[in-house]
C-alpha cells in the first residue's frame, strides 16, 4: 500500500481521490492510502476534504519522505504556470505516481509519463505518447501516434485525432475536437466546444466552429 499525497485542493483534485479509492475498489484491497493535500492557500490548512486533511503549503511535500504525490493543480486560470508551480515543489520525479481510473482503456502499445492521470472513461490508442504531469477528464479519445507533451490539461469529452501534437502546458477545453495530423502549440488554449482543423500558433487562445485565433495567452 503506498501513501500518498495530492498536490492541491481544486476538483480535479478531489476526483483524484475519488480515482485512488475506486482502484482501490477494482483491485479488491487498498493500494493507496490518501494521507493529506497539499495546498498554499494557508486558510484551507488543517481543514478536511473528504475526510482527507490539508496538511500545509505545497513546499510540505520535501519533508513527507514517506510519501508518493500526484499534481491536481491546472485549470484554465492558470494551466501556463503548471510546470513552474511543479517545479518550486522541488520534488524528484520519481516520487510521483501515474494514476489510471479502472474504466479508462489504454493501449498496450501507448506510453505515460510519470504522474499522468487518466481518469474515467479515457481512452487511449496504439502509439500514442502521453508526456509527465498530464491529466486527462473522463470521456477523452487520445488517438493513435498522438504525442501530448508535458503539463498539458485535457478537460473532459475531448476527442484528438490521429497524429496530433500538442504542445506543453497547453488546456484542451471540454468538448473540443482536434482534426489528425495537427499541431498545438505550447502555452495554447483550445476554447470548449471547439472544432480545431489547422495549426495553432504557440501561446495562442482559439475557439469556435471552426475554431479561431482571439488573443494570446496570459502568460506571467
Known amino acids: 500500500m503506498k501513501k500518498v499525497v495530492i498536490l492541491g485542493t481544486g476538483g480535479n483534485c478531489v476526483d483524484i481521490l475519488d480515482t485512488l479509492q475506486d482502484i482501490n475498489d477494482a483491485m479488491g484491497g487498498r493500494n493507496y492510502e490518501c494521507v493529506g493535500f497539499l495546498d498554499d492557500d494557508q486558510s484551507k490548512w488543517g481543514k478536511s476534504f473528504f475526510n ?30 503548471r510546470r513552474e508551480i ?39 490508442t ?27 490539461c485535457i478537460a473532459g469529452g475531448v476527442c484528438v485525432s490521429g497524429n496530433v501534437k500538442v504542445g506543453h502546458s497547453c488546456y484542451i477545453g471540454a468538448g473540443s475536437t482536434i482534426r489528425d ?24 487562445v482559439v475557439a469556435g466552429t471552426p475554431a479561431r485565433f482571439l488573443r494570446n495567452t496570459r502568460i506571467s
Open 52 to 81: 482527507v486533511k490539508v496538511l500545509g503549503p505545497l513546499e510540505k511535500a520535501r519533508e513527507l519522505d514517506d510519501s508518493f504525490f500526484v499534481f491536481g493543480i491546472g485549470s484554465v486560470t492558470n494551466f501556463w504556470k
Open 86 to 124: 511543479l517545479e518550486r515543489v522541488d520534488v524528484p520525479d520519481d516520487r510521483f505516481e501515474t494514476v489510471i481510473h479502472p474504466t479508462a482503456s489504454v493501449s498496450r502499445l501507448a506510453s505515460l509519463g510519470v504522474g499522468t492521470v487518466i481518469f474515467q472513461h479515457v481512452t487511449i
Open 126 to 152: 496504439n502509439s500514442a505518447k502521453i508526456g509527465r504531469h498530464v491529466y486527462i477528464l473522463p470521456n477523452s479519445i487520445v488517438s493513435h501516434d498522438d504525442i501530448i507533451e508535458d503539463f498539458t
Open 181 to 204: 495530423g495537427l499541431k498545438i502549440g505550447n502555452y495554447s488554449l483550445i476554447g470548449m466546444g471547439s472544432v480545431v482543423v489547422k495549426d495553432v500558433s504557440e501561446n495562442s
